[in-house]
């Protein structure tokens, strides 16, 4: 079963907008994890946040985490054609010290 | 530095047929992956192994699937026999180290379709 949920499914946007996305889980978590898919670079690691953060910042990107709402977002600032892609969460198994465990994702798509 | 090898990147096979998946992870990666990722979900992890060692096959279905990791190094997945819900795209993934922490850097992964 697949601990986070994303959302929305599908996200269209214009070029040079911000882009928000949301991740829902249901059991605790030590770490979360952000995960971009495209068809050029495959499955890439982009941000980790651990369960004592609240927001971690890379580049363009600013990750939050709620743990009392056991919630993430991602949001990629002033987004560029090279960001259209699927974004994943992945949470970590609270029970298990290796496992992570992927949503199924936002497909985002940026508008020329 | 050289990333996860996967081949090949595309197999069709009929059902009830047999295929193997071949993985080579970053050199010095102690930790090797085997997700299935069906299209328009995410990755779901097969098996998790430590050097040559089985971590975690709990969601492997074994009555069809079988993976290896001889020496610690590579690694291939068989699946025997395949059925039409198998097509999915198998990603290969390594880290350094086995904890949820550690980055793990995936392969272009292999699209298999069963016909």
């Known amino acids: 079963s697949q601990q986070g949920e994303e959302d929305p499914q599908a996200l269209s946007i214009q070029e040079g907008e911000n882009a928000t996305m949301n991740c829902s889980y249901k059991?605790?978590?030590?770490?979360l994890q952000w995960y971009r898919q495209n068809s050029g670079r495959g499955l890439v690691h982009l941000i980790l946040i651990r369960s004592n953060e609240r927001e971690k910042h890379s580049g363009r990107l600013r990750v939050t985490l709620d743990t009392s709402k056991k919630s993430s977002s991602l949001l990629i600032t002033a987004s560029r054609a090279a960001d259209t892609a699927s974004y994943f969460c992945a949470t970590d198994g609270y029970s298990s010290a290796s496992k992570i465990i992927f949503g199924s994702g936002t497909r985002l798509s940026i508008r020329p | 530095e050289a990333g996860v090898a996967q081949s090949p990147r595309y197999k069709i096979i009929e059902k009830r047929q047999s295929v193997a998946f071949w993985c080579n992870p970053i050199s010095g990666h102690a930790t090797l992956y085997w997700y299935q990722q069906i299209l328009g979900q995410g990755p779901k992890l097969l098996i998790q192994?430590?050097?040559?060692?089985?971590?975690?096959d709990s969601q492997l279905p074994k009555d069809r699937f079988s993976a290896e990791r001889l020496k610690g190094v590579d690694s291939t997945l068989k699946i025997q026999p395949a059925k039409l819900e198998d097509s999915a795209v198998y990603l290969c993934?390594?880290?350094?180290?086995?904890?949820?922490?550690?980055?793990?850097?995936f392969g272009p992964g292999t699209r298999l379709t069963v016909l």
């Open positions: 059991t605790s978590i030590n770490n």
């Open positions: 993934a390594s880290s350094h180290g086995d904890r949820s922490t550690d980055t793990q850097y």
């Open positions: 192994f430590q050097n040559n060692g089985v971590v975690d």
